[in-house]
C-alpha cells in the first residue's frame, strides 16, 4: 500500500515533462530548463510537508519552478554568470522535410515566446501550452485572476503580431 507522500512523488515524477515546458518557456533554454526544474523538484521534495492534500500539484510545482528561476535569474545578476549554452546536438534525428517546418515553426514561437515580458510569457505558458485553468495559473503565479487575463490578452497578440498572424 502507498503512502500519500510515496503517491506525491510519483504525481511529481509524471509532472516531469510539463515542468520541463514550462522552464523552457521560462529561460529560454533547455539546459537552463533542465536546471531549473531539478533545482524545482528537490525544493518540492525537501518541502512535500507544505504540500496541501486535495489542491492541485501542478498549480504547485509551476510556482516553485516560476521561483526558481526567478532565484536563478536575481542570483546570475549578482554573480555576471550564465549556465552553460544550449546543447549543439540536441536537435539529433530525422531530417525529413516535415520535421524540419516543425521544428522551423516551433524555433518561431519559442523565439517570440522569449521576446515577451516575463510576465506575458509566464501566463502563455500556464495557459496556452500546459493547459491550466485562469485561476490555477492566477493561483501559481500568486496574481489576481484579472491580472492574468490581462497579461495573457496582451501576451496572445503580440505573439501573433511576431508571428506573422496580425497586422
Known amino acids: 500500500m502507498t ?6 512523488r510519483s504525481d511529481i515524477v509524471a509532472m516531469l515533462p510539463r515542468l520541463r515546458r514550462f522552464a523552457r518557456a521560462l529561460t529560454g533554454q533547455m539546459a537552463d530548463a533542465d536546471d531549473i ?6 525544493r518540492a521534495l525537501m518541502r512535500m510537508d507544505q504540500y496541501q492534500t486535495g ?7 509551476f510556482s516553485i519552478v516560476r ?8 542570483s546570475r545578476t549578482r554573480r555576471g554568470k550564465v549556465f552553460a549554452p544550449a546543447e549543439l546536438g540536441e536537435q539529433v534525428g530525422n531530417d525529413g522535410e516535415a520535421e524540419m517546418h516543425a521544428k522551423l515553426e516551433a524555433d518561431d514561437v519559442w523565439s517570440a515566446m522569449r521576446k515577451l515580458p516575463d510576465e ?3 501566463a502563455v505558458a500556464l495557459v496556452c501550452v500546459e493547459g491550466l485553468a485562469y485561476r490555477e495559473a492566477a493561483d501559481a503565479l500568486g496574481v489576481p485572476i484579472g491580472t492574468l487575463t490581462s ?6 497578440e503580440a505573439l501573433q503580431v511576431m508571428l506573422g498572424g496580425a497586422s
Do not use: P
Open 55 to 61: 489542491t492541485r500539484l501542478d498549480s504547485w510545482l
Open 3 to 8: 503512502s500519500a507522500a510515496d503517491q506525491t
Open 37 to 42: 526544474v531539478q533545482i524545482a523538484v528537490e
Open 67 to 74: 521561483n526558481a528561476w526567478i532565484d536563478e535569474a536575481r
Open 120 to 122: 506575458q510569457r509566464e
Open 151 to 156: 497579461r495573457l490578452a496582451r501576451g496572445r
